[in-house]
């Protein structure tokens, strides 16, 4: 009885003998409980920053022009509009779906509209230079001022409200 005893020090009495099992279920467990909340504090961080809000707020100047080009996409056209000939494109509403999103503030160093000064050397390479420079893309804009679907007449229109924005 004795040995056994001292083998046993530890646990002398039952009392003892339900604390050790009581603590030996509860540690791990209390261990797993923090473990879940670690986990989920660090995935409660995670869609804070991926608020749109905050989306939006790191891609701005891109983000504007990709919300700007398919709303402004001249092949959604509505039905009144697909009969006409594209050279009577509408060159203001072109500019102020597409294009202002640059050239209203001057983004990226573009030509604001209005700004004789900022236009009238690109308006003295003549409109056709220009709108090679739209088609293609120049500095910061991108070919089509980033939308595909703009044809060529529809750039000419835009160039030509923001020429006579510029006289
Ligand atoms: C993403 C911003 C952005 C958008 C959108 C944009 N532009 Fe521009 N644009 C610029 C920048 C920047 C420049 C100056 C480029 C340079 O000179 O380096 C520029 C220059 C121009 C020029 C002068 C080109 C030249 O040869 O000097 C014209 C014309 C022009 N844009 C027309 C348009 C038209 C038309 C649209 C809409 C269909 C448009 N832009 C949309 C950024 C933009």
């Not at 039905?79 to 009577?88: F, I, L, S």
């Not at 088609?135 to 835009?158: F, T």
């Amino acid at each position: 009885m004795d040995a056994h005893d001292q083998h046993q020090s530890f646990i002398k009495t039952p009392q003892q003998l339900v604390v050790v099992l009581l603590l030996s279920f509860l540690v791990p467990i209390l261990g797993i409980v923090l473990l879940v909340q670690l986990v989920l504090s660090g995935h409660r961080a995670d869609p804070q920053a991926l608020t749109p809000e905050a989306v939006a707020a790191r891609l701005q100047p891109v983000a504007r022009l990709e919300i700007g080009a398919p709303s402004a996409a001249p092949g959604a056209r509505s039905g009144e509009d697909r009969g006409k000939p594209a050279a009577a494109a509408d060159g203001k509403g072109i500019y102020d779906k597409v294009c202002f999103a640059c050239h209203a503030q001057s983004v990226a160093g573009s030509p604001k509209l209005g700004d004789k000064a900022a236009w009238a050397p690109r308006i003295q390479t003549g409109t056709n230079a220009m709108l090679q420079s739209v088609i293609k893309g120049k500095g910061a804009m991108p070919p089509k001022a980033g939308n595909p679907s703009l044809s060529e007449q529809e750039i000419r229109a835009a160039i030509d409200f923001m020429v006579s924005q510029a006289k």
